[in-house]
């Protein structure tokens, strides 16, 4: 299934905080929640925790954002992922007078939000549930050239269910078809791309893609600038 930037409409649980869903059960989705989620400036996410096995995966995108996560206060960038396991509190405010957006991910859909009062905040420069930028950037696999993966969560930051990771496709480039026993959601966070497998379609920036089960996806990047695929698992990297 593909889903068109083009074709959606934002909403707002949160004043301040437009969404667009990319992956959920009003699609028919079974597995995957994912959404791109904005912060205007001035504006934030309440400090909650989700419930049962709602892991939470939080990735970067554009500006800066302070996170609370676990009673520690840090500001968080672009490429910046933060995982929130349940019943760990967490939440986000835009301190800066630019917009911030993230990718959110749950490996079950529709998750349940708790919100709680605010935290007594310790600042902090780093946390283990925070993956720094590019911290874990490697080839996507042997022998596939032009084509790099960097992790943003998985058992190396406390991620029991989730795992996800940015796609770099060089100019000219392709990664290779695979398939899953799960359902895979992919997202454009710069493009286009063309499918290789599967449905045949290019999809622009801000498109998405959830491939079912056993189903073989692939792209390939024919433009002329690096094309960055996010791509979210609703198991752990093994």
Same mark, same amino acid.
């Given at each position: ?9 934002p ?11 990319? $992956? ?7 597995s995957?929640?994912?959404? #791109? ?18 892991? *939470?995966?939080q ?25 929130a ?5 967490? $939440?986000?405010?835009?301190? %800066? ?11 079950? &859909? ?7 009062? #605010?935290?007594?905040? *310790? ?24 084509? *790099?993966?960097?992790?943003?969560s998985? #058992?190396? %930051?406390?991620?029991? @269910?989730?795992y996800?990771?940015?796609?770099d496709?060089?100019?000219g480039? %392709? ?8 359902? &895979? $959601?992919?997202?454009?966070? @710069?493009?286009?791309?063309v %499918? ?10 801000? #498109? ?6 056993? *189903? ?8 002329? $600038? ?11 990297? @093994?």
């Open positions: 299934m593909i889903i068109r930037r083009a074709g959606q409409e909403t707002d649980r949160y004043p301040g905080c437009p969404r667009f869903a990319i $992956a959920g059960d009003d699609f028919g989705h079974t995957l929640h994912v959404g #791109d989620l904005y912060y205007r400036p001035g504006y934030g996410v309440p400090h909650h925790y989700h419930t049962g096995g709602a892991e *939470e995966t990735i970067m995108l554009d500006g800066e954002l302070e996170c609370w996560v676990d009673g520690k206060r840090v500001v968080v960038y672009p490429g910046d992922t933060v995982t396991p349940p019943g760990i509190g967490h $939440a986000f405010q835009n301190r %800066s007078g630019a917009m911030g957006r993230m990718i959110t991910a749950f490996p079950l &859909t529709p998750p349940e939000t708790i919100h709680i009062d #605010d935290p007594e905040l *310790e600042d902090a420069t780093s946390h283990p549930a925070i993956i720094r930028a590019d911290s874990r950037r490697g080839a996507y696999a042997d022998g596939v050239d032009g084509v *790099e993966k960097i992790e943003l998985g #058992d190396f %930051s406390g991620a029991k @269910s989730t996800t990771y940015f796609v496709i060089q100019p480039a %392709s990664m290779p078809v695979e398939t899953f026993n799960a359902e &895979t $959601a992919i997202f454009v966070v @710069s493009g286009p791309v %499918s290789i497998a599967g449905e045949d379609a290019e999809l622009d920036t801000d #498109d998405g893609a959830v491939v079912p089960p056993n *189903e073989q996806y692939g792209f390939a990047n024919k433009g002329d $600038a690096v094309a960055r695929l996010c791509v979210v698992h609703p198991f752990l990297n @093994s």
